[in-house]
């Protein structure tokens, strides 16, 4: 199949290696054989989103977000109509609170989402950081990854993690993380999220090839560095679990 990816703002929303998560999509797409095309949209750019097979926006810094924002609202009846009939997307990092009725920052302010979602989004003062650890019914492996944000999410009634056993969740410790509906993954972790979970990237991958009723290859080629990659870090995130529990 030939393949289009849709990398919204690249540079301002690229923190903590979020390129890397279209890039470990791509090569993914690509070993199933596939031919597949990255177009970056930039702020002010008019942009073709009809016919995409997957979105993408990634993190970016709370000033960075608004900005991004800004642009991104006059996609919003675009991406909203795209997300029901089941294209593929992920939000990553800060690009998940675009999804939502409102961002309200720091100061008070309150600045419309997309409102794909009917979650909002409060930022503070206080930087909330740290290692997560959680489950999905998306399938049985733990996501692992890392938190780096200061809003609060309320109103997520779809999470992509379910609960977590480390770590701060859209409002509270161990709680529900992120966002998941139909073919769309938001979430607040850094990683990237795909890089670090394989499984979700399979996840991706699959929702992909629905979105063409096009079954998956029966064989598909492995990638025994990010297996590797991500049994080292499951592992010392479970047993950190573990020791808190004792």
């Not at 489950?135 to 992509?160: E, H, R, W, Y």
């Amino acid at each position: 199949m030939e393949l289009r990816l849709i990398h919204f703002y690249p540079d301002l929303m690229g923190l903590y290696g979020s390129y890397a998560n279209v890039s470990v999509l791509k090569r993914s797409l690509e070993g199933l054989g596939n031919t597949v095309t990255v177009e970056t949209v930039l702020p002010g750019q008019e942009a073709d989103l009809e016919g995409a097979d997957f979105l993408y926006m990634g993190a970016g810094t709370e000033r960075s977000q608004l900005a991004a924002l800004a642009d991104f609202t006059r996609y919003g009846d675009t991406v909203r109509a795209l997300a029901e009939n089941g294209t593929a997307m992920l939000f990553a990092g800060t690009a998940m609170e675009l999804l939502g009725k409102t961002i309200t920052d720091a100061s008070g302010k309150e600045h419309p989402g997309i409102a794909l979602a009917d979650f909002t989004s409060v930022q503070g003062t206080r930087r909330i950081l740290g290692d997560v650890y959680g489950k999905t019914d998306i399938c049985p492996q733990a996501v692992v990854g890392f938190m780096n944000k200061c809003a609060v999410i309320s109103g997520v009634t779809a999470p992509l993690l379910t609960g977590l056993e480390l770590g701060f969740g859209n409002e509270a410790e161990r709680g529900s993380e992120g966002f998941h509906w139909k073919n769309v993954f938001a979430s607040e972790l850094t990683g990237p999220i795909l890089v670090k979970n394989p499984r979700l990237l399979d996840a991706v991958v699959s929702a992909i090839y629905q979105h063409r009723n096009t079954p998956l290859p029966q064989e598909r080629p492995a990638d025994s560095w990010a297996e590797a990659g991500y049994a080292i870090t499951e592992e010392q995130l479970r047993l950190r679990c573990q020791g808190n529990q004792k």
